[in-house]
């Protein structure tokens, strides 16, 4: 120990370039921590808020929530006490017309039924109370677009939807969420209402 100290004496620059250099290091590293955190957050924050005990999906959909899809018919045998339907699909959506693609945004489709536990929490404007109506992610809504009163215009298809109201803490996959109803949601995907792509969540 006692040489150890003396040594250290003896090469001040050597031991202090050491030192730094480990700090440079932990310093990187309390960094990445930080930006892994966020993206986790970023990636999952809209299924937090649901706080659901048991998410069921499809056992060929590898648990990808966007690749998970069964019928009516199947969903009503699932046997609990409290249970809701979700709908999940990416598009990019914009607000303005003649879009570039610096105003288009991506985000997540999440079609819902507006009396179940997967009712986003409004900050500002209200609950959709009908199938042409949007809530988006509080935090899509910048540089004066995506405004409440806004037309949301969807890729893919020519339906368009009033906003009318802000979550927050809305993620999913790294996009803000779009929330709308299920019937709402089935004519963005399918061009019709009779299609049903469901997802169960107890």
Do not use: C
Not at 101 to 111: A, I, R, W
Not at 117 to 145: H, K, M, T, W, Y
């Amino acid at each position: 120990m006692f040489l150890a100290l003396n040594e250290m004496k003896h090469a001040k620059l050597r031991y202090g370039l050491i030192l730094g250099l480990l700090f440079l290091i932990a310093y990187l590293m309390f960094f990445l921590t930080g930006l892994a955190f966020g993206l986790m957050q970023d990636n999952r924050a809209a299924i937090d808020k649901w706080e659901a005990d048991t998410i069921i999906l499809n056992k060929e959909s590898n648990d990808l929530l966007s690749a998970s899809n069964f019928s009516l018919e199947t969903a009503n045998e699932v046997k609990a006490d409290k249970k809701a339907e979700l709908s999940q699909m990416a598009s990019s959506a914009w607000s303005i017309k003649n879009p570039t693609d610096d105003d288009k945004e991506k985000v997540s489709l999440f079609g819902i039924d507006r009396a179940s536990f997967l009712a986003p929490n409004i900050v500002e404007g209200r609950l959709f109370e009908n199938d042409n109506e949007v809530v988006l992610a509080q935090s899509i809504a910048q540089d004066n677009r995506f405004k409440i009163g806004d037309d949301l215009h969807l890729a893919g298809t020519d339906k368009t939807l009033k906003i009318v109201g802000y979550t927050d803490e809305a993620m999913f996959s790294v996009a803000p969420v779009a929330y709308m109803s299920q019937k709402a949601f089935n004519t963005v995907k399918f061009g019709n209402e009779g299609t049903k792509s469901i997802t169960r969540f107890l």
